[in-house]
């Protein structure tokens, strides 16, 4: 069984930067997308960046300029670089991967931005 263990979250004043972390462990196939959704109260989850097999990256428009997703294969973990935060990236961050063609998700781990 696959898990996925999320870190880097926490309370950040307007302006500032955090980096997310998030580690696979356990019986890891082959894996393909990863990525970090994120979701408010009362909200749904959304995406805010994918990064494919080969590196592609995807941002969501409000996070675009600002946020960057990279992985390490070795380490089968991806992270989210955040910086420049504004209140309303206030969220819980959940990552995800894709492994044998099965979507796993992290527990999700809080931040707020907030003066």
């Known amino acids: 069984q696959v898990q996925l263990v999320e870190s880097g979250g926490g309370n950040v004043q307007p302006g500032g930067s955090l980096r997310l972390s998030c580690v696979a462990s356990?019986?890891?196939?082959?894996?393909?997308?990863m990525g970090w959704y994120r979701q408010t109260p009362g909200s749904q989850r959304d995406w805010a960046a994918l990064?494919?097999?080969?590196?592609?990256?995807r941002y969501q428009d409000s996070v675009k300029g600002r946020f960057t997703i990279s992985r390490d294969n070795a380490k089968n973990a991806v992270y989210l670089q955040m910086d420049s935060l504004k209140s309303e990236a206030t969220a819980i961050y959940f990552c995800?991967?894709?492994?044998?063609?099965?979507?796993?998700w992290g527990q999700g781990t809080q931040v707020t931005v907030s003066s």
């Open positions: 995800f991967i894709v492994v044998d063609r099965t979507r796993v």
């Open positions: 356990g019986n890891i196939g082959s894996i393909t997308s």
């Open positions: 990064i494919g097999t080969t590196g592609t990256t």
